[in-house]
C-alpha cells in the first residue's frame, strides 16, 4: 500500500498531519506510478479498529481516520510489483527506487 502526492498534499494543507512522519517530511507516491486503487469502503471500520492497534502510533491514526474527507480512508493505493511470475517493480530493474 501507498499514499498518493495527492493525499499526502490535500491531508497537509487541512492540517490533518503533521509535516514530518518518523522525523522525516511527508512524501507520497508520485500519482502516476499508482497503478491500482481498491474501494475499501466496506472495511473501512475494521481497518480503523486494525490501524489503532499499533499503540505508538495510536495519536497519529485516530486523527487520520476520523477525517471524514481523508481519501485513503474509502480506498487504498499500490504500484504493482509482480505480473505473472515477473518481477517489474523492485530489483536492479526498479526505475523507481530513488524515488521513494
Known sequence: ???????????????????????KPWKGVPDKNITTVIDITSTQL????????????????DQFISFAQNPEVKQECFILRMQGIFEVYMGKTDRFANAL
Open 1 to 23: 500500500m501507498c499514499l498518493p502526492q495527492r493525499s499526502v498534499n490535500f491531508l497537509l494543507k487541512e492540517k490533518q498531519i503533521s509535516e514530518e512522519s518518523f522525523g
Open 46 to 61: 475494521i481497518k480503523g479498529k486494525a490501524l489503532l492497534c499499533h499503540e505508538t502510533q495510536a495519536e497519529e491514526v
